[in-house]
């Protein structure tokens, strides 16, 4: 019995559909119709292959993005660096980061995958193991695709890819994508709000301590 594109993940059917066939069909799959897809994520698979295949995806949408920046819109990217806007060291940066790609992606994976589970976890409302939650953050990685776009690659692909890994916690745990969301982003605010908080009372400290110097030294130059 031949594994159906619509019943199943195509990817971890390789022998169905070849390797081109089945990353096509993934990719075309987890992008226009999230809804079906990531339902069933809750089925029995490998996350080998899930890992394997953010892997691949994630590295393509990194090279997508710098293809666009360096070699079709070179002088895009020269005009941007005259103006200062970035250094000339961005190049080189790029390109390590394409080296380095399939790490940084697993670990970015990893800890989306944690951040997303142990939250769920807190709230009571996970239905599934951590392998469920993994898959999810690996086949969101569809998203870094869209990194083919010109100009607003960027921001496409992070937006897209946000709204998959919603709509893959919101299928597989059966929640509303609104409450998904706001679990996902309400934490991570309130951690920046906290990081700021911490930094500008430092800062408040530091000057404070300074002006405080000052007032103690100008106050023993007069007792002299």
């Known amino acids: 019995m031949h594994a159906s594109a619509h019943t199943f993940v195509p990817w971890e059917h390789i022998a169905a559909f070849g390797v081109a066939g089945a990353l096509g069909r993934t990719i075309i799959l987890a992008?226009?119709?999230?809804?079906?897809?990531?339902?069933?994520l809750t089925r029995p698979g490998n996350t080998h292959m899930a890992w394997l295949f953010a892997a691949i995806a994630g590295s393509a949408g990194l090279l997508l993005a710098y293809l666009w920046t360096y070699v079709f819109a070179p002088a895009t990217?020269?005009?941007?660096?005259?103006?200062?806007?970035?250094?000339?060291?961005?190049?080189?940066?790029?390109?390590?980061?394409?080296?380095?790609?399939?790490?940084v992606i697993s670990?970015?994976?990893?800890?989306?995958?944690?951040?997303?589970?142990?939250?769920?976890?807190?709230?009571?409302?996970?239905?599934?193991?951590f392998a469920v939650t993994f898959k999810v953050a690996c086949y969101a990685q569809s998203g870094a695709l869209l990194q083919a776009l010109p100009i607003i690659?960027?921001?496409?692909?992070?937006?897209?890819?946000?709204?998959?890994?919603?709509?893959?916690?919101?299928?597989?745990?059966?929640?509303?994508?609104?409450?998904?969301?706001?679990?996902?982003?309400?934490?991570?605010?309130?951690?920046?709000?906290?990081?700021?908080?911490?930094?500008m009372a430092a800062v408040m400290l530091l000057g404070a301590g300074i002006v405080a110097n000052s007032f103690l030294k100008d106050i023993f130059d007069i007792l002299r």
């Open 107 to 129: 670990a970015q994976v990893i800890a989306l995958a944690v951040y997303c589970h142990v939250l769920l976890k807190l709230f009571g409302l996970n239905k599934h193991a």
């Open 153 to 199: 690659g960027g921001i496409a692909s992070f937006a897209w890819t946000l709204y998959l890994v919603v709509t893959g916690l919101s299928e597989t745990n059966r929640l509303g994508r609104l409450r998904v969301f706001l679990l996902m982003v309400l934490p991570a605010v309130l951690i920046a709000m906290l990081v700021l908080v911490v930094i």
């Open 77 to 103: 990217f020269e005009t941007l660096e005259t103006l200062g806007v970035v250094g000339v060291e961005a190049r080189s940066s790029a390109e390590t980061a394409l080296v380095t790609a399939p790490i």
């Open 31 to 40: 992008l226009l119709k999230p809804g079906l897809f990531f339902r069933q």
